[in-house]
Structure formats: structure tokens, C-alpha cells
């Protein structure tokens, strides 16, 4: 996988550099895919844009792909953007023949084109797609759902972006990565297809996390019936569910998602290999649970309130400028001893104080000292750019 790693840049899609991209920017890009890939337009969003298929391959085992049902989680579009290139480059034929003649790939990106256009979670009408399974109220939901059951898949991939504030248990890092098979019951059993997309997840497991050491988890497993990873795995579609979520400076997420692209393509060998189920449950549970002991900033023994304390900050992001970028507002999320906590910034200092007085859940609106001089500053929730630490 290293040496894919070094050679990204050969196949990375060059057109897609951040998160913001719209459902305009992919339609030149799947009109130029070559003659191996077939595109279909198998419906529209609320708002008319379509959703196009996807695919690639002659094997008997169907794998399909979908991405962005939540519109601002554009991680797993760009690595099925890279993908595709990746698959049409001779340089890597021997990465990925076994996976052609093995498998049939169905690709469906961006789910949510309209939340897209927002930069938001959820579709034009305010529903959150992945919770519309059961009553299928959204067009996009209808489309999703017919997909599956017109094609009948042996396999699913389910792309998407978690909070950047995920972290791995015991080691308290970013968890950049997390992997599910989704639970099929309440009762959290394994059946058949489960067990299968756990064999899977093992095997990308072992082979990526020594590119991301101690940053890969094993998301919740909480039975949701109305998302539609329970209810493929439920179906028989062995349902792999992929989630990026934070990298210390890659706030766009192009370094993630060349670790994320590895991951799909390490599920797809995987399958087009033959997955053996054998001991595949005890290797899937060795994987680590995400755990919630990180802050987007920490700032570590402040004189504030009239005592010495740490302070943790995490920021909501909102869209701005058509949804082109967003802004950060930052919120106080906990005071005092929070030494069990990480961060993706901690600052420390011989003489940290803050001279007004702070509360938990309120917008960050303060300046913090180092002795005389000011080193970070917000004002109603906004970080002044202008204090750029040393």
C-alpha cells in the first residue's frame, strides 16, 4: 500500500481539492470516464439534479458504492473520483485485474447533490437521507433503495465523513479512520452477511492501519432501523461502512482521503480475493473503539476564574460564501482538569491567563496571555487570525 501511497498523485483526481465541490463539477467528470465504465442516469434529486450509476468490471460478485448521503461529507466522492482513475491506469493493472474479472463495481456519487449545493447534512427538504430507510420520502432515498434491489449486491461500501472529534480509545488520537458492519438487529448479532463484511473490515484493517498508526476505530455499533446500512446488512448485502474523520492539518481532508481510497480499494481486493470468514470476528473486534476524549483545541493550565485550569474548545463549522468555504465558531467546551483529553492544538505557556471570566457552553470570547502578551484571541466565537502562534 505504501508505494500506491507515493504514486498518488498519479491517479488523484485533479479537479476535486476540497470539500466544497457541487454536483456541477462531477458530471463533466463522468462524462469523460473511458469505455470500461458505463454511466447510467438512474434518477434526480428533490431539486432535479441527477444521480448517475456507475460501472466498471466483469466478475460475478456485485460490490456497490455509495457516497455522500450527508452533503458535507464529500471524503468518500473524492477517493470514488480517484478511484475511477485509478482503475483506468495501466500502471496498476496488476492492483486491480483480479478485481475486474471477479467483481462487478456499481458506483453511485453524491447521494445528496442538493445538500451538497448547501454544504449541509441533510436534503433540500431537511430530511437526513440516511434515516429515510423506512418511509422513503425523499426522491434520493427511492433511488438508493431501487438500486439495491434491482441490482441485489453481494456487497456495499457506505461512504461517509464522521466528527473530526472521534477519537481511538487508549490512544486518544484523531480516529481518522473508522470501519462498521452495521448491525442487522437490535440485538447486535452476526449473521451471514454481517459476518462477511467483518471479514472484509479485518482485512482492510490489517493492511491500512500501518499507514495511520493507532488512528483507525471501530465506529458505534448501535442498531439505527431507519439507515440503510442496518437495513442492507439485514437484506443480505454484506455493508461495510467507512467514516473519515480528522488528520492534523489536512482540514480538507487530501491527505484522509488518499488513506480513504486505500481502504476502499483493500475491501475490494479483499472481496475479489475470496473472504474466508474463519477467525474473521476476533480479528474485527481487535480493532479499537472510537472513543470522545478530543478537543479541537486545548489550552492547558490557564489562570482564569480565579483558579489554574484547562480549557478545551471545540468549533462548530457553517457554511459561507455559497457554501464555497465555511467558518469556524468556537464554543468553551469544558473547564478544569482535563488531562484524560487531546487535542488537535494544545497550547501551554509558563504564564497563561485569561482576564475575563469564561463558562462552559458559551462562545469563545476572551484573550489569552502569555505574561504580557496575547497569543490567541476570540471574539463572539471567531478565532483572530491575526495571533499566529510561534
Known amino acids: 500500500m505504501e508505494h500506491l501511497l507515493a504514486q498518488y498523485s498519479t491517479f488523484r483526481e485533479p479537479a476535486l481539492t476540497d470539500r466544497f465541490f457541487k454536483h456541477a463539477a462531477l458530471q463533466p467528470l463522468l462524462d469523460r470516464l473511458p469505455p470500461a465504465f458505463s454511466v447510467e442516469e438512474i434518477g434526480q434529486s428533490a431539486e432535479g439534479r441527477s444521480l448517475r450509476l456507475v460501472s466498471w468490471g466483469n466478475g460475478p460478485v456485485k460490490i ?31 492492483e486491480w485485474k483480479q478485481i475486474q474479472e471477479h467483481c462487478t463495481l456499481l458506483l453511485l456519487p453524491m447521494v445528496n447533490p442538493d445538500g451538497a449545493e448547501r454544504f449541509t447534512r441533510r ?36 461512504l461517509h465523513d464522521q ?24 440485538g447486535l448479532t452476526f449473521g451471514p452477511a454481517r459476518t462477511r463484511a467483518a471479514a ?13 498508526p493507532d488512528q483507525i476505530g471501530l465506529f458505534d455499533d448501535s442498531h439505527e432501523p431507519r439507515a ?10 454484506a455493508t461495510i461502512l467507512i ?32 473472504v474466508s470468514p474463519g477467525n474473521a470476528l476476533d480479528r474485527y473486534f481487535e480493532i479499537p473503539k472510537n472513543s470522545e476524549t478530543l478537543m479541537h483545541v486545548m ?37 478544569g482538569d482535563l488531562h484524560s483529553y487531546q487535542a488537535y492544538e494544545e497550547i501551554t505557556g509558563e504564564a497563561l491567563r485569561i482576564a475575563v471570566p469564561v463558562h462552559v457552553e458559551s462562545e469563545a470570547d476572551f484573550d489569552l496571555h502569555d505574561g504580557e502578551r496575547i497569543i490567541l484571541s476570540f471574539r463572539k466565537g471567531r478565532r483572530n487570525k491575526n495571533f499566529i502562534l510561534s
Not at 440503510?228 to 448485502?237: K, P, T, V, W
Open 64 to 94: 456497490f458504492l455509495w457516497s455522500q448521503m450527508h452533503g458535507d461529507e464529500a471524503t468518500g466522492t473524492m477517493a470514488m473520483f480517484d478511484l475511477f482513475r485509478f482503475l483506468d491506469h495501466p500502471a496498476f493493472k496488476e
Open 123 to 158: 436534503s433540500a427538504q431537511g430530511i437526513d437521507i440516511n434515516r429515510d430507510y423506512l418511509q422513503t420520502v425523499t426522491a434520493e432515498a427511492r433511488v438508493l433503495k431501487a438500486t439495491r434491489e434491482r441490482h441485489t449486491p453481494d456487497y456495499g461500501f457506505n
Open 163 to 186: 466528527s473530526t472529534l472521534w477519537s481511538v480509545a487508549a490512544t486518544g488520537k484523531p480516529a481518522s479512520l473508522s470501519y462498521l458492519a452495521p448491525a442487522d438487529t437490535p
Open 200 to 212: 472484509v473490515i479485518a482485512q482492510m484493517y490489517s493492511r491500512i492501519s500501518p499507514l495511520v
Open 228 to 237: 440503510f446500512g442496518d437495513n442492507f446488512q439485514q437484506a443480505g448485502m
Open 243 to 274: 467514516e473519515a474523520g480528522g488528520l492534523q492539518r489536512d482540514p480538507e481532508k487530501q491527505r484522509l482521503r488518499e488513506y480513504y481510497f486505500l481502504s476502499i480499494l483493500a475491501g475490494l481486493q479483499a472481496i475479489a480475493g475470496g
Open 299 to 335: 489550552l492547558r493550565r490557564v489562570q482564569v476564574n480565579g483558579v489554574v485550569a484547562d480549557i478545551g474548545l471545540n468549533y462548530q463549522e457553517i457554511p459561507e460564501h455559497n457554501a464555497a468555504t465555511t467558518a469556524q465558531f468556537y464554543q468553551v467546551k469544558d473547564l
